[in-house]
């Protein structure tokens, strides 16, 4: 993965900001860069990624996975779809 596609997918994370509604205190975000690297580790842990192609259903289930875990949120496919599909555009290239 390219430092251009992870700087592109913590912008969609920091533009939709879903920790805002953490119920405990985030003081160190730092543009969501860990999120996104643990986002990015566990797709490459568990599907294989990049070496194998992702789906859009994989990849929205492991953003709330990391998300929710990170931040303590209940987020649903709805939450994440948008910016899931926005994500989705850059895992693939474009």
């Given at each position: 993965m390219?430092?251009?596609?992870?700087?592109?997918i913590k912008n969609i994370l920091s533009?939709?900001?879903?920790?805002?509604?953490?119920l405990i205190p985030v003081t160190d975000l730092n543009?969501?860069?860990?999120?996104?690297?643990?986002?990015?580790?566990?797709?490459?842990?568990?599907y294989d990624y990049p070496d194998e192609k992702i789906t859009e259903k994989q990849a929205l289930r492991?953003?709330?996975?990391?998300?929710?875990?990170?931040?303590?949120l209940q987020l649903t496919n709805s939450?994440?779809?948008?910016?899931?599909?926005?994500i989705m555009k850059i895992l693939n290239g474009a």
């Open positions: 390219t430092q251009d596609k992870i700087e592109r533009e939709w900001d879903p920790a805002k509604n953490s543009n969501y860069e860990t999120e996104v690297e643990d986002f990015l580790f566990s797709l490459e842990m568990e492991m953003l709330i996975q990391v998300l929710n875990e990170a931040f303590n939450d994440c779809e948008k910016p899931t599909q926005e």
